[in-house]
């Protein structure tokens, strides 16, 4: 895990997050434990436990983009999913434990993507190897009464004048394949065919985690078939290349890596916690509500899940949950969950002065976006100051007279208003388009003016 400093960390975070300076400052600190964690004695690692957060602050604001953001900066294992999936245990629908368990197989992706990198120039080799194998095989022992073919054949069989003319051919050969000139020949190649049926089982395992199981066990027991196929040489590289690979990763190793990862340094934000906060009584879906509480707790609080590559721990994964909370508040969750999130932090609603930061400052922001876009078609597009003063300020107005939606408003905004743009910009005669408050002012204002009109467009 990174060792940087909670001020660093917020530091980070500004050059994608506009604001909030107390929600960075709380995953800063919380992030920073889980280093101090690993210093700590062996005997009282185990004792400390993570100090979970609830995000609470209306959508748009940069709850979601916060934790991301955090998960890519340490280079820790990241799940986002919506408290909203889960249903009781009983009812139709995904069981709270899937989360960890999704968690740990896009690890184990991951750290198996890493590590064909690492060995992809290794695996290359041997391709290169066998490639040649096929191109140049060799003979067996020139009897006497074959010498007159053995002239004819030279190319193509290595002969037993010694080990000299054999490696000299072979790498002249090798040389061609590296140079692409062997790129428009055929070779022979047994490629292995697998035609595993798909099969689904309910359970309350979980259907995605038995069917995965049951296709692997199905993959073991079937009999791989094997087709020679007549294919480029290039073609033969990349399977070749790919099966080497399989053959020097280590998935043992990788599973254990990525268990290990995901028990220590794993991040799971949970939105729309507030959707299952609230007393029973509803109707539907809601009498489920406090059961998925009550399944959520013993994973927040530290359990054991079974997984197809054995068994997690989840008393050191960090949760990050957010809600909006307008028809609830957090005493409305069931108290023991109240406890496993000791930290509250309270996020703030955009104004005008917020949107003009997020329009212009960000690595990533919303102006850089389109222009780049733009610039694809040959076009040349400049904001003038003016202009996104105007952006910000009908944002604002916007999410005040309708649904407060925060900074995606300002998506809907730039789509309605580059509009004509993005749809005449291959055929512009004009290569610089020039974009000032006139112009954002004329283009929203029937769509301002008309109630109707903009609570459905904007």
Same mark, same amino acid.
């Given at each position: ?84 999936? /889960?249903?009781? &245990?009983?009812?139709? @629908?995904? +069981?709270?434990? #899937?989360?960890? !368990?999704?968690? =740990? ?49 030279? /190319?193509?069989? &290595?002969?037993?004048? @010694?080990? +000299?003319?054999? #490696?000299?051919? !072979?790498?002249? =050969? ?285």
């Amino acid at each position: 895990m990174s060792d940087l400093k909670p001020a660093e960390i917020v530091q980070e975070l500004d050059k994608y997050i506009i604001g909030q300076k107390k929600a960075k400052r709380s995953v800063a600190i919380a992030l920073r434990n889980r280093w101090r964690r690993q210093q700590v004695e062996p005997e009282l690692r185990d004792e400390i436990a993570p100090k979970n957060i609830i995000l609470i602050g209306p959508t748009g604001v940069g709850k979601t983009e916060i934790a991301r953001r955090l998960a890519r900066l340490t280079d820790s294992p990241f799940y986002k999913v919506e408290a909203s999936k /889960f249903t009781e &245990v009983g009812y139709v @629908g995904r +069981d709270v434990e #899937s989360m960890v !368990r999704d968690l =740990l197989e896009l690890t184990v992706n991951r750290l198996k993507v890493e590590e064909n990198e690492a060995v992809r120039d290794r695996a290359g080799q041997m391709a290169e190897d066998r490639i040649l194998d096929l191109l140049l095989p060799k003979s067996q022992p020139v009897k006497p009464n074959q010498n007159h073919d053995a002239k004819e054949t030279h /190319f193509e069989l &290595v002969s037993d004048r @010694g080990p +000299d003319t054999s #490696s000299s051919t !072979r790498e002249k =050969l090798r040389q061609m394949l590296r140079n692409g000139k062997l790129d428009n020949r055929y070779v022979d190649l047994d490629v292995t065919e697998k035609n595993i049926p798909v099969v689904e089982i309910f359970s309350n395992v979980g259907m995605e985690e038995m069917g995965i199981n049951f296709k692997d066990m199905l993959g073991n027991m079937l009999p791989k078939n094997t087709k020679r196929r007549k294919i480029k040489v290039p073609e033969a590289m990349n399977i070749l290349t790919q099966e080497e690979t399989q053959s020097l990763v280590d998935m043992e190793k990788v599973v254990k890596n990525a268990i290990e990862k995901v028990e220590q340094s794993g991040i799971i934000f949970l939105d729309e916690i507030d959707k299952i906060a609230g007393k029973d009584g509803g109707h539907g879906p809601d009498i489920s509500r406090e059961g998925v509480q009550r399944d959520l707790l013993p994973i927040v609080e530290g359990s054991t899940i079974t997984t197809k590559y054995g068994p997690v721990k989840s008393d050191h994964i960090l949760f990050i949950a957010s809600g909006a909370f307008h028809t609830c508040k957090p005493s409305d969750l069931i108290p023991e969950l109240q406890g496993r999130f000791p930290i509250r932090v309270e996020l703030n609603s955009l104004g005008a002065d917020e949107f003009v930061r997020i329009l212009t400052e960000p690595k990533n922001a919303l102006l850089l976006q389109y222009i780049a876009l733009l610039r694809t078609d040959g076009v040349d597009v400049v904001f003038e100051d003016d202009a996104v003063q105007e952006i910000s300020k009908v944002a604002e107005d916007v999410n005040n007279q309708t649904e407060n939606i925060g900074a995606r408003r300002l998506h809907t905004l730039m789509e309605c208003l580059l509009e004509d743009i993005l749809f005449l910009a291959p055929d512009l005669e004009h290569k610089k388009v020039v974009i000032d408050g006139k112009y954002v002012r004329e283009k929203f204002k029937n769509i301002k003016d008309n109630r109707d009109l903009s609570r459905f467009i904007l």
